[in-house]
Every structure is written in C-alpha cells, then in structure tokens.
C-alpha cells in the first residue's frame, strides 16, 4: 500500500509521461493485462484516475467497472471516444489537451494540401526512380497561391489554419453550426461552400454530430479540381463515396491523417498518385507530443492536489 491514488493507463504513453506518473501514482497499464476481467475484478474498485487517449477513448462498459472513477485525462484534444456527458452525470471529469497542438495539426492540414496540389510524392518518386534523367523534366501542378479555401469546423484549428492561409493569399471561407465573428464569408450550407473552394479542409470534432458530414453531394461539389483534406476524425468523411470518387475521377485529389476505422485504409487508396496518406500524425512531434503530454498529466496532479483541473471538454466544467 502506497498511498497513492491508483492510476488505469489505457493507451501507450511517452517516457516522460510515465516518469512523472510513476511518481504521483500507481500505475495499472490495461494493455499489460492478459485478463481485463479479472483485473477489473481485482482492482476496479481501487481505480480513481484513467489516462487514455482520443483513439482509445473509454469504452462506456469499462467505464461501467470503475465504480470510483474521477477523473478521465485525454491526451489529445478529440474527446468523441469517451462519452463525456455519461461521465458528468456520474460527477467524473473529463479532460483534453486544447491550444497546445493548434500549431502542429494546421502544419499538417497545410502539408498535406501542399502534398497533393504539388504532387510532392510521385515527384520524389519520379526523381529516385531515375525518371528525371531518363523522361526530363516532370509535368506541371497546380499552385497553392490565391486559392479559395474553406474550412469546415472553425474552432481552435481551424483558426490556426486560417491565420497560415494569409501567407498563401488564400481567400477564407467557412461552415460550422454557427457563424463567428470573423472577416470570412460564412456557409451555412457545406455544399454550398465546397462548390465555392478550391480545397476543402475539414477540422471538426468526430461523433454522432458530424458522422458523414463530408457525404457524395459534398464530395461532387468539390469537383474534379478539387482537393479534400481530413485532419479531423476518420468519421466526418464517408470513406466509400470518397474512394469511389476520387476512382471515378468526379474528385481531384485527397490528403488523408485520419481514417474511418484506423489504422486499416482502404487499399483501393493505395495505387492512387493524387492521394497523399498519413497514418493519424497530425500532432505528432516531440515537441508538441511533449506539451500535450504535460497538460495530461498536469490536468491529473491538479486534480488530486486541488480538485480542479485546468482543461476539462466542456460537458465537464461545472465539476470540480
Ligand atoms: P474546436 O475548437 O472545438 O473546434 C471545432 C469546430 O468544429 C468548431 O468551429 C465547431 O463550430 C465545429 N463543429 C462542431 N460540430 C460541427 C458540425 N456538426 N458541423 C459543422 N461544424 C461543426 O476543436 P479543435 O481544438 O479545433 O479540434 C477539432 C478536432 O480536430 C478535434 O476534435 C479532433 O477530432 C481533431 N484533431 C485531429 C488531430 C489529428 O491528429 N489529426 C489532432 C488534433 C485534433 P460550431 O460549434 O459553430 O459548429
Ligand atoms: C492524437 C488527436 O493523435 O488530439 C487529437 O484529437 O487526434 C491527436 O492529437 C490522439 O489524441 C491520440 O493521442
């Protein structure tokens, strides 16, 4: 018995992480267990703190097994594996990692648009495959400059997104649920807007709320000169009519991070040459991974000092 608060760890975590909470608690890491049953049985009712992530989340049953459960600290920002309204009710707080991976993923939105509208992958291929030399120089690509672009969820990303775009000499546009008060022109209608871009870039939160929000009408309005970008969740897009699109040629080209049932994709993707492929890095690099593993765990040992936490997803923020 050591007094400390027992912590269950569902996903893998960084070094440093588990450092610092081998520290402050003790530990159960669920993917070292070969029985979940049985440990749950053991030491359920011992659990008060959960660490997981926003692929992982936290199954509702196994949430049912923590008849002591507090806390839930998320390390990502995407919370839409973990029903938060289910843990308020039950008076757990739920917590995320907002604002320190802005910067990363609306790199990564830019990257991956670069990628396709420049060919970046093919033209690397064409170089190492001796083509440059052989065949001489490679076709021409559509330029990133002066684009219209719209952004589909301007929250804190997309934000970030929009602010790199002055560089490009983007014209802004967005659909969210609401409109903001923002010097860019407001969809209310998403096909309306993605007939209106050049690139479609598409930021919201995952869930029930926006499962399928990019469908074949979104898609088809897009056009054959279009390039969709999904940093968000695998579910905002319908996979299928995406690939049927871009295998019809009805789509222009695609940069992926995130995928409807990661990390299988669908290989019909893989022979693609205006698709560009990641497999769910938006955020990842030491240093942002760093910060958004320090907020998780300050997000914990706050808790357990104060009974506050410092960013808690919204359903949660009258608790503690
Ligand atoms: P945020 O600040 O909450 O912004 C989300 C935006 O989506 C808001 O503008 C919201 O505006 C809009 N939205 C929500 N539901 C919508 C709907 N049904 N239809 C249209 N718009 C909707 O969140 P964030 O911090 O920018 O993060 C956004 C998401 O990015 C995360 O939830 C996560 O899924 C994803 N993400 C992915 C990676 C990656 O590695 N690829 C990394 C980090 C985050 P309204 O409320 O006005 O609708
Ligand atoms: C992480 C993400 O890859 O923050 C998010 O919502 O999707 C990513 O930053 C994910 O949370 C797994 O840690």
């Known amino acids: 018995m050591t007094g400390k608060p027992d912590l269950l760890v569902i996903g893998g975590v960084t070094e440093r992480m588990m450092d610092r909470l081998t520290a402050e608690f003790t530990i159960h890491a669920l993917y070292d267990q070969p029985d979940e049953a049985a440990f749950l049985a053991a030491h359920g009712a011992a659990i008060t703190a959960v660490l997981t992530n926003g692929h992982d989340g936290l199954r509702p049953g196994l949430m049912a097994a923590l008849p002591n459960l507090k806390i839930v600290s998320s390390y990502g920002v995407g919370y839409d594996a973990i029903d938060a309204t289910a843990a308020a009710d039950r008076g757990i707080v739920v917590t995320h990692t907002p604002n320190v991976l802005n910067d990363e993923v609306a790199n990564t939105a830019l990257l991956l648009w670069f990628a396709v509208s420049r060919r970046l992958v093919p033209h690397d291929a064409y170089v190492r495959a001796g083509r440059w030399q052989a065949e001489g120089n490679a076709p021409l690509t559509r330029s990133v400059q002066g684009r219209t672009v719209g952004i589909v969820g301007l929250g804190r990303i997309g934000q970030a997104i929009a602010d790199r775009l002055a560089a490009f000499d983007s014209t802004v546009i967005y659909h969210s649920r609401n409109a903001k008060d923002v010097p860019y022109r407001y969809y209310a209608d998403l096909s309306e807007m993605a007939a209106d871009s050049d690139v479609l870039i598409c930021i919201t939160p995952g869930g029930a709320g926006t499962k399928h929000l990019i469908d074949k009408d979104v898609i088809d309005a897009l056009g054959p000169e279009g390039i969709l970008v999904n940093v968000s969740r695998g579910s905002v897009v319908d996979e299928a009519a995406l690939v049927q ?76």
């Not at 699109?245 to 290989?267: T, W």
């Not at 497999?279 to 990842?284: C, D, R």
């Not at 593993?293 to 359903?315: A, H, M």
């Open 245 to 320: 699109a871009l295998q019809d040629g009805r789509l222009g080209g695609a940069g992926l991070d995130v995928f409807e049932e990661e990390p299988r994709v669908p290989a019909e993707l893989f022979g693609m040459d205006n698709v560009v492929l990641q497999p769910h890095v938006g955020s990842a690099t030491h240093e942002t991974r760093q910060a958004m593993g320090d907020l998780t765990c300050d997000n914990l040992s706050q808790w357990f000092r104060d009974g506050t936490t410092i960013t808690p997803v919204p359903e949660c923020r009258n608790i503690g």
